[in-house]
């Protein structure tokens, strides 16, 4: 059974960056893209970003755009998101999933991924 295991997260000033990581086991990591979405509270849960299996080519919401950065390390089965320039509106609780889909359009989906985390909160302070 897949499983993902986020960590990373925490309180932050605004301004400040977080890296947050997710732990793929039970499967090789390289089997799947791997996709980050958030879920502020009231709020319906967000595609943020996705890498493709190899770690060549990424997909970003038009919102975190030159402030996240996805990467992957397959060796580790591991994937990060790097988050800098952090605004208060970042605060969420941040999940990792994964796709066995090969188009970025499904992460925009109804059901964009076959695995998800439990997910890692952040928080920024004004």
């Known amino acids: 059974q897949v499983q993902l295991v986020e960590s990373g997260g925490g309180l932050v000033q605004a301004g400040g960056s977080l890296r947050l990581s997710c732990v793929v086991s039970?499967?090789?990591?390289?089997?799947?893209?791997m996709g980050w979405f958030r879920q502020a509270p009231g709020k319906e849960r967000e595609f943020v970003a996705a890498?493709?299996?190899?770690?060549?080519?990424?997909y970003y919401a038009d919102y975190v755009k030159g402030r996240f950065t996805i990467s992957r390390e397959n060796a580790k089965n591991t994937v990060y998101l790097q988050v800098n320039s952090l605004k208060t509106e970042d605060t969420a609780v941040y999940y990792c999933?994964?796709?066995?889909?090969?188009?970025?359009?499904?992460?925009?989906?109804?059901?964009?991924?076959?695995?998800w985390g439990q997910g890692t909160q952040v928080t920024v302070s004004s």
């Open positions: 890498i493709n299996r190899s770690g060549g080519s990424t």
């Open positions: 999933a994964a796709s066995t889909s090969v188009t970025w359009s499904a992460w925009r989906g109804a059901s964009p991924a076959n695995y």
């Open positions: 039970g499967r090789t990591a390289s089997t799947y893209a």
